[in-house]
Structure formats: C-alpha cells, structure tokens
C-alpha cells in the first residue's frame, strides 16, 4: 500500500510555504516579546484589512433567508440567471460583447485554472505567462500534475512593466498551448497600455494560440487610469477571460466566479465544449457551487455598485502612501501601481549585501517582524524584489515602512525625506 504522494505531486508550494520556511511563528513570537507588534503583509484577503461592504453582506442573508442553499445547484434555476448576471456585467461595467452562452460559472478562479488545465494540456506542455505574474505563484503549480510547465516572458520594468514582445515571440514554442497575462498585474500593479495588450494578441494570433487573460483587479484601478479587456480588444484572437467575486466584490470566502470564452471566429470550439462539458461533470466546477453563494452573487453582480467609490478612495490613499515611502527609502525603488491592490518594489542590495531577496526578507522578519512575499515567486524575473499590500491602512503602512527604512538605514543608509 503506497502511503506517499505520487512522484508528481512532490514538491508543491503551498502560499505559506516562505513563512514556514523561515519559521515567522516562532519569529513574531520573538518579535512580540519585544514590545513590538509582528505583521504579515501577506496574502490578499482584503477582509482581513478591514474592507468590506454591508450591501453586499445583506444580499447574501438574504438569499439565505430565502431558503437557497438546500438543492443542487444543477437542481434549480440558478445556472442560467447567473451567468446572465455575469455576462451583463461584462458587458456593462466592462465593456465587452458578451453572451451568457460564453459564461462558465466555478467556484472561485483556482478551480478555474484546474478546469483549464486539465481540459487543455498533456505531458510536455507550456504555458507562456508575462511574468512576474501570480500564474508562477498559484495557478502554475497545478502544471505539475500534466507534466507540463510554465514559461516566463519578460516585461521591462524600467518601462512600467511593459511586455517585451520579442521576448514573448521568443518564448513561444512548438509545446506552447496558451498566453497567459494577469492584467492589471499581479504583483507590480501595473496597468498594460492597451497597444501593449494588442502586440500580445497579435503575437498569439500568429502562432494559432489562445490568451488567458487573469482579470480580476480590472475595476481596481488609481489617477483615473481604465482598463480595456483582452477581450474587447481582440477581434479574431481567441481569449479566456478569469473573473471572481473575491477582490472587487470583498468576498474571497464566497469562491465563486466564471470564465468568460471569446472566440468570435469559432477557432477554439471543439476546446470549449471540452471545458463546458468538464465544468458539468460530476464535482466540476459548476456542480461544487454552493447555491445560495449563487443566488447571492446573481444579484450582486447586477448592482448597484454603491460600495466602489469609498473602497477605491481608501486604496488610493494607501497606495500614495505606499508609493511614497517605497521611493523615499534610500536602497528600495518602486515604480508607480496603476492598478490592483499590491506594489513591486525592488531591492538595490539583492546580488551584493544580500545573495537573494529570500535572504533579504529573512533577515528583515528577524529583525523587524515584518513578512513580505518574495518577488522570485512570481516568476525568474521577480527576483530581487518583494510584493506588498495596498490594503493596510496608512497607519499600519507608516508602522511597517518605518521599520523597512530603520532596517535598510542599518544596512547602508537613507535619503532625507
């Protein structure tokens, strides 16, 4: 009897595994019993920062009170008023030729990516994503299964993280399946111009090849800058757009979200019905939602939106701030986030005083208490940088960035204010 987990499976990271890597338990222990307070800037359950929206907390009582919850989901009447509701907001709110033919509900964007996955790749595979990109992080660590890999393409960061087309064409292989973008990105909060996003169309388009496009931060944008989706723009090229209720909408526990397919010219039809008729089957992504989550977000996704302005006003102010200190801070540069709710700042000593941005982040947890995601997640190009949150409010950014400024102070310096 084989007790172990099959070769393809070891190995795995998990969102934690840094933070038990460098044991912050027993750190913020340490941290604690020096009068100071340890913090995670860690993950991205805006919850746990404080945003949330009581609008949107009482539609889903609602729909309790209601009785939703007790039926199958493929039992009821749900499944087509929800992706009518999805397909509505992708037309309204961000402007795309949708039908709710093209919706496919699941139950939050990471069985959403196991749904495209497995519906998508074999042995020998690749995926190429514009990297740093949380699709290294998370999604990609499902490739492992397939026996299949991610690929990075570079952007410019001196640039604002701008695609390196050529690198992308460069990357795209024989074994490529699919062109992956987070948009606005995922950790650099940046917002690709939409030129940008057509060049990576038009490179897919070349190559017979689909883009997948990780939307989910697109009406999270700052200084008035707007997304256009991959969808919108593309005429011929065929693209999956991923969606979710957990950023926007403050409600990551809800697990519950869709995948939109664009294919106006029909040349991805035969790999639709493959993903629709995965998504039915038993314990696929339409099957494991639960209902009265459904019903809830039916409405939600409707409107109205009345929760946006004062959500977006609080993360505008974190995020000046953010961008503020990150710039101020002699040893750390950053360039400006447009969008998302995370900046991408670099490390200058990463490769002299500090071998990694691992190492880096090690030493700072030890000695301030305070947790970073490494950038060297997000794909090759990320090292040398770590990702941080726009959600803490501006107290609790002064406490940390403080510390970050004390730190680096110690270890080289820093700019007068």
Known sequence: MRTGPPERLRGVKTEEDFL?????????EDISRSGKKPVKVYGADVLDWGHKSEEITDVLAKAVKEGWGGHYMGHTSLLPELKK??????????GVDCDEDDIIPVSGIGPGWSLLHYSLLEPGDEMVCLQPAHYFWNPATQLRQYGAKAVGADTIEDGDWRPDIEDLRRKITRRTKAVVMVHPNNPT???YPEKSVKAVLDVAGENDLAVISDEIYDLITYDGVRTKSAAAISS????????????????PGWRIGYLHVHDPSDRMKAYTMTLKQVARAYGGAQSTIPTFLAAAATRVFMGPFSF?????????????????????????????PQGSIYAFPRVEGVGRRWPNIQKFLTEFAKKEGVAFVPGSYFGPQGEGHFRTLLLPDIRVLDDVYGRLERFMKANGGTKSR
């Open 20 to 28: 038990e890597k460098i044991g912050f338990e027993s750190i913020a």
């Open 85 to 94: 509701a999805f397909a509505g907001f992708e037309r309204e709110q961000r």
């Open 189 to 191: 909060g940046t917002v």
């Open 236 to 251: 011929d090229v065929p693209v999956i757009t991923t969606y979710s209720t957990s950023k926007f909408f403050m409600n």
């Open 308 to 336: 946006k302005k004062p959500f977006l006003a609080k993360l505008q102010k974190s995020r000046d701030s953010t961008y503020r200190w990150l710039n101020q801070i002699e040893g750390i540069r950053c360039t400006r």
